[in-house]
Each structure stands twice: as structure tokens, then as C-alpha cells.
């Protein structure tokens, strides 16, 4: 045991640079312009470039809503309609929901993921975080994407 109180070894060399990590690069090359060597291969290849996918120019399609019949802004909060896959205000869905289901003191419809909504009940009304999912209600079909939706889709997320 050494007597410095501080533990492990102190006879430690300092950090030196291996050769190989030196600048010195063939003149007109930079470290990242050198081919590298494929292992598995036994191979030397060079870096593809590359190139960002081409954004798409064309406008996103106005639709009306199929339950109330009013223009849809925002497409990409729109909700595909249960029966005909048509989009859908997300306020007509829960304002449908509500209507068509029996909510006690307490309950509210929300959306809970996944194409689905649920009636849930909150015990205090102020408290936000403590609550019961009463019943799930599928809505989109996950299996079968709405061809309003790939639009949607392709517009917003090119990779």
C-alpha cells in the first residue's frame, strides 16, 4: 500500500499520441477523403456521398371533413372516419364518441394512441394524472393505412 491515502496506482504515464493519429495526411488530403479498408472484405472502398432525397413540391391536398363538412386546416391531425377511411376532424370524432356513449360524473373521451380513444375517468377532476381507461374504442385500422394518409406521410418524412 503506497501512503498517499488517494488509492490505486500513482506510478502512471502520461497520454502520448500513437503515430498514426499524427495531421500528417498526404498533402491535398484530409483524414476523412482517405478510403478505408474493409475488414471483412479485405477490401479498400471509398465513402459514398451522400445526397438528400428530393422534397416534394406539390401542395397538400385540402379535404372537408366527412362529419361536419368543414374544410380540414391541419391534415396531420386529421383522423381517419371508422367506416369510409375519410378524414376527419379530431374534435367531430370525440364530439361523436360523446354522444354516442353514456358518460358518467367524472368520465371524458380521449384519445389514447395508436388509432384508438377511450372513455376515461379521472377521481378528482384537478388531478390529471390518476385515471381509469372505462373502455377502449378501436377507431383507424392499423392494418389498413387510408391512401389520404401515405400523402400525408410522404410529405412530411422524405427518409
Known amino acids: 500500500m503506497n ?32 478510403p478505408r479498408y474493409d475488414v471483412n472484405r479485405s477490401i479498400i472502398f471509398e465513402r459514398p456521398k451522400w445526397t438528400p432525397p428530393p422534397v ?4 397538400i391536398p385540402s379535404v372537408d371533413c366527412a362529419y ?8 396531420s391531425t386529421a383522423v381517419a372516419d371508422k367506416d369510409s377511411a375519410e378524414p376527419v376532424h379530431f374534435e367531430c370524432i370525440i364530439a361523436r364518441i360523446s354522444q354516442g356513449e353514456k358518460l358518467a360524473p367524472g368520465d371524458s373521451v380521449a384519445y389514447i394512441g395508436g388509432g384508438r380513444f377511450g372513455i376515461v375517468h379521472f377521481n378528482n377532476a384537478q388531478d390529471k394524472r390518476n385515471f381509469n381507461i372505462k373502455k377502449i374504442l378501436e377507431w383507424e385500422d392499423k392494418e389498413n393505412r387510408s391512401e389520404w394518409r401515405k400523402i400525408i406521410a410522404d410529405h412530411y418524412s422524405v427518409t
Open 3 to 34: 501512503g498517499s491515502g488517494r488509492g490505486g496506482n500513482n506510478r502512471r504515464r502520461n497520454f502520448r499520441r500513437r503515430e498514426r493519429d499524427n495531421d500528417t495526411w498526404p498533402e491535398g488530403k484530409k483524414k476523412k477523403d482517405i
Open 68 to 75: 361536419c363538412g368543414k374544410p380540414i386546416k391541419d391534415m
Open 56 to 59: 416534394s413540391t406539390e401542395p
